[in-house]
């Protein structure tokens, strides 16, 4: 970044020109004050605000009060008032002036925050300096006393200003005041660290604040009046006062912001932690105790951090476990833990192995805890780790006008929004990680669309995903825009647009995750991409697309899930009773791996089910099909340590039928959480009734769809289970007493008996 101290200078300049002229006029006005300014028989004039600071830019106003002792007559006041105050108008000043005495400077400062703030900067500049100094330390005094309740106030109406001004790092036009991480956040910062309840790094705040009002001097120079947007069409002209190129005064400014922000997310959580009742329980003979999360993670003091033991360098996936579990918890990512791994991290593997993409679909899923936990990451440099390719568009202007935000958070937005509809799609895994590299190609020459298909399916590759999904991926950012184009400039309603699209898309699935990528990429762009006339059409135009793949011989998906052979030995055992079975374990994937084989039955998976999420293993995925009078079932869970023996014993109450699991495994709530989704997918297969199950993941889950289905008399021939996230994906092949597909009755019965029960 570049310094400009002839912008500071200037700035400070113009506050002294002000005082001279501000104390010529109170000498005049005050004649008691025998010529000498500083002595103003209980009154002052006070230079608060940008002006109190010595920060007056170009078109600034003139922030100034006359202060008064209650005891000084009115009449008086009202005289020396208009005798400063209609000369400066006369002159043409910006004046943003009042006139208050002390006790009413006071309760100004103790009803609004930001008149208190702007007494935490006052600066006698002519008059009665012990009136300013004395009633500045009041207001300090009583700023400090009611930190608790003052910096609420302060945070909230922060918020308030964000929401309307977005963030200076991200907004397509940034405000260099009210944007989060403008000039507004620095003089909080200030506030904040007055409390006395924390502090922060002075010298880089400053010199912060000082840099973003060069950017903001230079603004005003060009248009040649007060303004704090910086539109793109005036950054060529500002960047040649500053002596910048456009795009490197860009990215300079959003610097600038994105400091800003980070210094103030930091100081933030120490205020929290500043006013937090104490943690009972957290203190040990050793120290602060952690809260386990995972390994090598785990929560202090409000935050997920990489815990002491923990070594990044022989465990390069340690970054992304604790990213993942930071932004599913809703916690900060501890910025220390992320600068360490950023230092110290290993390279990982060329693909990543599945552990690694398991973490990384995590955190990609997680919704709006992903966005503050990318930041921390991208901040310290752990995001250049794992993908440079994000170089290129971090903190980089979109030229198109409808773009609310930065290409880098557009992408992180979109990531949020697709979270939000993954239920709608079969694979949410695919749909997230298009939604974060939909524009990756922003970041280099040519059509973003087409080069960005041959990047993001390299990516998908690098990150251990197999060749048709990394296919997948690089189709869905190749056509991204496909839809919005479709449906706005052509006709929805002549039968060859669908078709056309149809040969494009190819199966359902694919425009099912092509539906949702469009309506994440709109909703993440602004109001206008995502109206409802443009919605309107985009899903009119989905199902005439999907009314054509309806049509076609055959379904695309009916191999999709016969297509899972499961190939284990079964052992030559005769069956005594329901509770006989094996189980054998292997390392898998980071957990373990379970082989259970049993006699076939009906309730046999329920009864697995149940006893498995009883022992406390959270199961990421499962495969079960029967051979003969035989289930043999993989069941994939997230523990490393499982004790055979001990499992066996702890499975055998369960399928003996000794325990109430319905009682036991009652499903927990989830607030705000959608209601599952259960379909029948009648195409997939001619010998069973395959049902699918889309819904949050929680204990019991698997249980109770393997209990309705039993209770209803029916079997499953064969379950196939998966995880994406906190998402399942549960498909069971049903089948009758006599081991046919259901008729159309009973499918639906059990449909509805299903989505009874999850819900």
Not at 208 to 220: E, I, N, Y
């Amino acid at each position: 970044m570049t310094d400009h101290p002839d912008l500071a200078r200037r700035r400070a300049d113009r506050a002294l020109e002000a005082d001279r002229r501000l104390r010529q006029l109170f000498a005049a006005a005050v004649p008691d004050s025998g010529g000498d300014p500083r002595e103003g028989g209980g009154l002052a004039l006070v230079a608060v605000g940008g002006y109190g600071r010595s920060e007056l830019s170009p078109f600034s106003d003139l922030d100034v009060v006359l202060l008064h002792d209650p005891s000084v007559e009115e009449s008086v006041v009202r005289e020396v008032a208009e005798a400063i105050w209609y000369p400066l108008w006369d002159d043409g000043v910006a004046l943003d002036h009042s006139v208050r005495d002390t006790v009413q400077m006071r309760d100004a400062a103790a009803s609004d925050h930001r008149a208190a703030m702007g007494m935490l900067d006052a600066r006698p500049v002519a008059g009665d300096s012990g009136l300013v100094l004395g009633l500045r330390s009041e207001v300090l005094a009583d700023w400090r006393r009611d930190a608790r309740t003052r910096v609420e106030e302060v945070r909230q109406a922060r918020q308030a200003r964000i929401e309307r001004a977005g963030w200076l790092a991200h907004a397509a036009v940034p405000d260099l005041k009210e944007s989060g991480g403008g000039l507004r956040d620095s003089v909080i910062l200030r506030a904040l660290v007055a409390t006395w309840l924390i502090d922060v790094p002075h010298g880089e705040s400053e010199w912060l604040r000082s840099s973003l009002l060069d950017v903001r001097d230079a603004l005003h120079q060009t248009v040649g009046r007060r303004v704090e947007r910086l539109d793109a069409d005036v950054i060529p002209d500002v960047a040649a006062v500053l002596g910048m190129g456009a795009e490197e005064l860009d990215l300079h400014t959003r610097q600038i912001g994105r400091r800003i922000a980070h210094l103030a997310s930091l100081a933030w959580r120490k205020v929290d932690d500043a006013l937090a009742p104490p943690r009972k329980g957290t203190i040990t003979s050793r120290g602060p105790k952690v809260l386990p999360l995972g390994d090598g993670v785990g929560v202090l003091a409000g935050e997920v951090i990489v815990t002491k033991d923990a070594d990044p360098a022989t465990d390069p996936e340690l970054a992304l476990r604790a990213a993942a579990a930071a932004a599913r918890e809703g916690l900060p990512l501890g910025p220390g833990s992320a600068v360490r791994l950023a230092r110290t991290m290993g390279e990982l593997p060329d693909p990543w192995p599945p552990t690694a993409r398991r973490h990384l679909v995590d955190l990609l899923t997680a919704g709006p805890g992903l966005v503050r936990v990318w930041d921390e990451l991208d901040f310290a440099g752990v995001v250049d780790r794992v993908l440079p390719e994000w170089a290129p568009i971090r903190l980089r202007g979109s030229s198109s006008p409808v773009h609310r935000f930065t290409v880098d958070r557009h992408s992180l937005e979109a990531c949020v929004h697709a979270a939000a509809i993954k239920r709608d799609v079969a694979r949410p895994d695919l749909l997230a990680v298009a939604a974060l590299l939909h524009d990756i190609g922003k970041g280099v020459a040519g059509d973003h669309s087409e080069v960005g298909e041959p990047m993001a399916t390299r990516i998908a590759l690098r990150w251990g995903f197999d060749a048709a999904d990394a296919d997948v991926v690089g189709r869905l950012v190749r056509w991204h825009l496909l839809l919005p184009t479709i449906a706005t400039r052509r006709d929805i309603e002549d039968p060859s647009t669908a078709a056309n699209v149809a040969e494009i898309v190819g199966t359902e699935d694919f425009l099912d995750l092509l539906a949702a990528l469009t309506a994440s990429d709109a909703q993440s762009t602004g109001a206008s991409a995502w109206s409802t006339w443009r919605r309107g059409l985009i899903e009119g135009l989905v199902e005439k697309v999907r009314g054509v793949l309806d049509e076609s011989v055959g379904s695309p998906d009916a191999e999709a899930y016969e297509g899972w052979p499961v190939h284990v030995p079964v052992p030559d055992w005769g069956t005594t009773g329901p509770a006989d079975f094996t189980l054998t374990v292997e390392p898998h994937q980071g957990g373990s791996l379970l082989t259970i084989v049993t006699a076939n039955r009906r309730g046999v998976m329920a009864d697995l089910a149940g006893g498995l999420a009883l022992a406390g293993l959270a199961i990421r995925s499962a495969r079960t099909v029967t051979l003969g009078d035989v289930a043999v079932s993989l069941w994939e869970v997230s523990r490393q340590d499982v004790d055979p023996a001990r499992l066996t014993e702890r499975l055998r109450p369960a399928m003996a039928g000794d325990l109430d699991l319905a009682g036991r495994l009652e499903l927990a709530s989830i607030p705000d959480a959608e209601d599952a989704r259960v379909r029948l997918l009648g195409n997939v297969s001619e010998t069973a009734t395959v049902v699918e199950v889309r819904a949050h993941d929680r204990r019991g889950l698997v249980w109770t769809v393997c209990d309705q289905i039993a209770s209803l008399g029916l079997s499953i021939r064969s379950a196939h289970m998966s995880t994406y996230g906190d998402e399942v994906r549960d498909v069971f092949y049903v089948v009758d007493v006599d081991g046919n597909r259901l008729d159309g009755p009973t499918a639906e019965k059990l449909r509805d008996a299903l989505a009874a029960a999850l819900t």
